[in-house]
């Protein structure tokens, strides 16, 4: 949960003194500029809080997957400001990490069922924390910024 929380402020400091420039350029064709990759850390955010609320929720009806490369190709990341998307960020993992601190016991400890590949709340808190560090990193290496 801290983590999860702290990731808000740390993100929001980098991300925040990258130009609009520099938000645009790729690192190689095909390959994702910052402006997608927040945004794809944006719609994984919602999609695994959605997951997360299901399980916590004793929601027995597996979910549909979700094919993220699509998801990005349909966003247009690079026409929006990154201040805009940044927001989306910050705004999404808030109610996230308000959500977790609003269940109880019982919501943390609920599995799906075995054949699930995310079976908890804790696995998805997990995953969300080091998907936003993997992508993260990337962005740092893009443009030559040591990690924090």
């Given amino acids: 949960m801290d983590l999860l929380a702290h ?16 938000a645009l350029a ?27 609320l299901r399980i916590a929720r004793a929601d027995p009806v597996m979910w549909t997957t979700v094919e993220f490369e699509g998801y990005a190709a349909a966003a247009n990341h690079q026409e929006r400001p990154l201040g805009d998307i940044i927001a989306e960020l910050t705004t999404a993992r808030a109610a996230l990490v308000a959500f977790l601190r609003g269940l109880d016991a019982a919501a943390w400890q609920r599995r799906t069922p075995a054949d699930w590949t995310i079976r908890s709340v804790r696995a998805i808190s997990y995953t969300l924390a080091g998907h936003e560090l993997h992508h993260l990193a990337d962005i740092r290496r893009q443009h030559g910024a040591a990690p924090p």
């Fill in 26 to 52: 790729r690192k190689a064709p095909g390959e994702w500029n910052a402006l997608e990759i927040v945004g794809h850390v944006v719609d994984t955010e919602r999609v695994f809080g959605y997951r997360a």
């Fill in 7 to 22: 990731q808000i402020t740390e993100s929001v400091a980098f991300l925040s003194g990258l130009t609009r420039p520099q």
